[in-house]
């Protein structure tokens, strides 16, 4: 599959899949480069992702998955400024507590909430609830809720690592 998508510049496909089955939402991507070609024809590639779609039906006939989509397009119903706000206060928060030099999308970037779920590590499942949802007020007010569960997390881990760094004294004033 990469190798035809580097042959012809197409796009391919991602979908979820575990246990569970095949998800319903997915989303395109296109190689953007090739990091290294093994011995045995496999490659490491960075890819970027794409447009959402929905998944109608699952398709044979390739020695790779392929399927009939539909493209998932988002509702007029844009975030708010207090929203946006308070998702970059909460993005830079973590950051700080956890010590991570990514950057900080910009307030105007279009899908704000992808682009910061994007540089977060969520669950599988929480991924998922943010690619499906069709509203980006919705999904940046999700995204707080983790993105509050994550810092509280962080700083749970900070404050133990600092305990441990103590080995167990406690200083008196």
Not at 59 to 78: I, M, N, S, W
Not at 115 to 131: I, M
């Amino acid at each position: 599959l990469i190798g035809e998508c580097l042959d012809s510049g197409d796009e391919f496909g991602l979908v979820y899949a575990d246990d569970d089955g095949v998800r319903d939402v997915g989303t395109r991507a296109r190689v953007t480069e090739v990091l290294a070609r093994l011995a045995d024809g496999r490659m490491d590639v960075l890819v970027e992702g794409g447009d959402r779609f929905r998944l109608l039906e699952l398709t044979t006939g390739r020695t790779f998955h392929t399927g009939v989509v539909a493209p998932v397009e988002d509702e007029g119903d844009p975030a708010g400024s207090d929203a946006v706000e308070r998702a970059l206060r909460l993005f830079d928060r973590l950051r700080e507590l956890t010590g991570s030099e990514v950057d900080v999308p910009e307030a105007d970037v279009a899908q704000l909430s992808y682009a910061l779920a994007a540089r977060v590590e969520f669950s599988p499942s929480d991924k998922l609830e943010l690619l499906s949802d069709v509203s980006e007020r919705s999904r940046l007010d999700r995204l707080c809720d983790l993105l509050e569960n994550a810092t509280a997390t962080a700083q749970r881990a900070r404050g133990a690592a600092e305990r441990a760094a103590t080995n167990g004294r406690v200083h008196r004033e």
